[in-house]
């Protein structure tokens, strides 16, 4: 069955943004409300200028997590989204049970898809580019 024949393709990538959106914005909040927390954990994992990078972190997920939410000039917070997830799984879950890791791997790979397929017929870019 192809794309045009298929009326239900166009769910596909805003159900996928909803997921990944939903989390990340979660995600990102937390670090915002405990960023003190996140920039100790940071420090403890040997990461350089973690008061910093905390606070790079927060608010790519949060801001991220949002325009991936909306599907609003999305293919940016895919890419950064996608390196969250890549830095966090080389610093924390690298060597560990796999069940640790599963969540991180499939935003990693939820969000290069979505990077690959674009945001999708319901989204702030669909709309852009029709106007």
């Given at each position: 069955?192809?794309?045009?024949?298929?009326k239900?393709v166009?769910?596909?990538?805003?159900l996928?943004?909803?997921?990944v959106g939903?989390?990340?914005?979660?995600?990102g909040?937390?670090?915002?409300?405990g960023?003190?927390?996140?920039?100790?954990?940071f420090?403890g994992?040997?990461?350089?200028?973690?008061?910093i990078?905390?606070?790079?972190v927060?608010i790519?997920e949060?801001v991220g997590g949002?325009?991936?939410?909306l599907?609003?000039?999305a293919r940016?917070?895919?890419l950064l989204l996608?390196?969250?997830?890549?830095?966090?799984?080389l610093?924390?879950?690298l060597?560990?049970?796999?069940?640790?890791?599963r969540?991180d791997?499939m935003?990693l790979?939820?969000n290069l898809?979505l990077?690959f397929?674009?945001?999708?017929?319901?989204?702030?870019?669909?709309?852009?580019n029709?106007?």
């Open positions: 069955m192809s794309n045009s024949e298929n239900y166009d769910i596909a990538p805003l996928l943004r909803i997921g939903v989390i990340f914005i979660v995600a909040w937390g670090k915002l409300n960023i003190e927390g996140v920039e100790g954990f420090g994992l040997g990461i350089p200028l973690p008061g990078m905390a606070w790079v927060a790519v949060f949002i325009m991936v939410l599907g609003a000039y940016i917070p895919y996608a390196c969250v997830m890549v830095v966090a799984l610093t924390t879950k060597g560990g049970e796999f069940s640790s890791a969540l791997l935003l790979l939820a898809s990077f397929i674009g945001s999708g017929k319901y989204s702030v870019d669909d709309r852009l029709k106007g």
